[in-house]
């Protein structure tokens, strides 16, 4: 109910309804009765309240709203309501004016987000790492994705092997930001791969200006020689390649989880050692075992 709800309950305070969404941990239905549990609650009591007590209203979003629309033009022409103003419009906007593959249709509608099965090799020309991986297969495998992360947490590489795996896939991409620094900053990336003459920066008059006037019938090769290339042969070395990496990846994971072990042990041996009360076979014993963690924490070199 909560999700899709905002319950207002009346304040004999105030003398009027307040919306109290935020503060209930649970509700339900007896009847007519509303029961809510409120999230301050210490031994989670029930608190009921009559029809005249509480209000439910649904949620606002694009969807309800058009459909608020149509159904005015529904009623105020009941028996030709194809013809009316609000209803042309609405019919309009949600069935011709969006795909019906975009993410917003599926919003507006209500719909399941859609998901895809990853179809093409995808390519990391910048720098990654495991989690940037992830994130790049997720955002080719559902309509809507959102990748956060607190600053140097690599989201720009991770947008740059988007770009790249977009513009491999023959298609074009439009990065917006709501300030210049971020979109600049993914030009200047570009750039210095020699990639520049692939990015139409038009966030304003002066910059599109700038993009016409610069135009040239001629772009520098990305390939250093012309070579006759076996597409299949390289998609299957770069998938190759590509689970190898991820392998690296899982290892310097658990590498880095055996360092950590063998810093605790060691921290603890030091506790042991200055204890007059152990014994010198239980001293030698912790010893071995040290010893044969840190030759394990030493496969990280053989590993790369």
Known sequence: MLNKYDIYLYSSNNNK??????????CFFTDSMLNVVFKNSIDYKVYTYSKDKYILKPHANSYTFLNYLYEISKEKNNFNSED?????????????????????????????????KLKNVLIFPFSTNKSQCEAVEKAFSSQITVIEGPPGTGKTQTILNIIANIILN??????????????TNIYEKLSKDNLHFMCAR?????????????????????????????????????????????EIFDSEIKIANYNKELHDLKLEYNHFKNDKKIENNEDNMLQFSLE?????????SILK
């Open 202 to 246: 038009l966030g304003n008059k002066n910059n599109k200006e700038e993009f016409i006037k610069n135009q040239s019938d001629e772009y520098p090769s990305v390939l250093k020689n012309d070579l006759n290339i076996n597409t299949k042969e390289i998609k299957q070395k770069i998938l190759t390649t590509y689970k190898k990496v991820l």
């Open 292 to 300: 044969n963690i840190s030759k394990l924490a030493s496969y990280k």
């Open 17 to 26: 309804f307040e919306n109290k969404t935020a503060e209930i941990e649970s």
């Open 170 to 183: 023959n298609k074009t991409v439009a990065v917006v930001s709501n300030n210049n620094d971020a979109a």
């Open 84 to 116: 009316t103003l609000l209803y042309n419009i609405y019919s309009h906007f949600i069935n011709q004016s969006i795909s019906q593959e975009s993410a917003l249709f599926s919003f507006l509608k209500t719909k399941q987000i859609k998901r895809y």
